[in-house]
């Protein structure tokens, strides 16, 4: 199935001050993730982003938070953001059909968010350069879970390029800097 820019929606889940330094390869994790969120906002995808428990886990780190145009993170306690309800709601504001996920961890909130978005009718994208975990060995445990649950996974220099879909579009030149 290819993804379009139609009705896609990129989730950015708990890239937070107090949970980054605890994650696998944090720095990489970090600047993968700008570069998603700087590729979907040139291509106009609009983006969610969640907060866990934000008094302690802290805020939003300022490296992605300062990149998303009208940033508001939403507020959650549970695990998935799919038990939210200003997601539920946002998801269908925006008619969303395709949810391209970053964020962490991957073996916690993004796995739920994307089992429970799958039992929603949705087709959640998990960008696995873009997610960790404390440990990678629990990145490969959610892999083998998204494999398990059909959920899809790719990298962010993937599904930018599937998302811009031609050299012609007005948006390559800037998309081919962000991933070089």
Request: negative net charge; glycine residues 4%; proline residues 3%.
């Amino acid at each position: 199935m290819r993804i379009t820019r139609e009705n896609t929606v990129g989730l950015v889940i708990d890239i937070q001050e107090r949970l980054v330094p605890a994650m696998a390869e944090n720095e990489t994790l970090t600047a993968h993730c700008k570069i998603l969120i700087e590729g979907l906002q040139t291509l106009q995808i609009p983006l969610l982003v969640t907060q866990q428990y934000t008094k302690g886990l802290g805020e939003t780190i300022p490296e992605i938070s300062a990149l998303i145009t009208d940033f508001k993170p939403i507020e959650k306690r549970d695990f998935s953001c799919c038990d939210e309800t200003a997601v539920s709601e946002q998801l269908q504001t925006l008619e969303a059909k395709n949810v391209i996920i970053c964020g962490i961890e991957s073996h916690v909130c993004v796995l739920q968010t994307a089992i429970d978005l799958k039992e929603s009718g949705y087709n959640p994208v998990v960008v696995m350069d873009c997610v960790s975990s404390r440990s990678l060995d629990n990145v490969d445990l959610a892999a083998e879970r998204f494999r398990h649950e059909g959920i899809m996974m790719t990298s962010y220099e993937s599904i930018l390029f599937e998302l811009t879909r031609s050299a012609a579009a007005a948006e390559f030149r800037t998309i081919s800097k962000l991933v070089k």
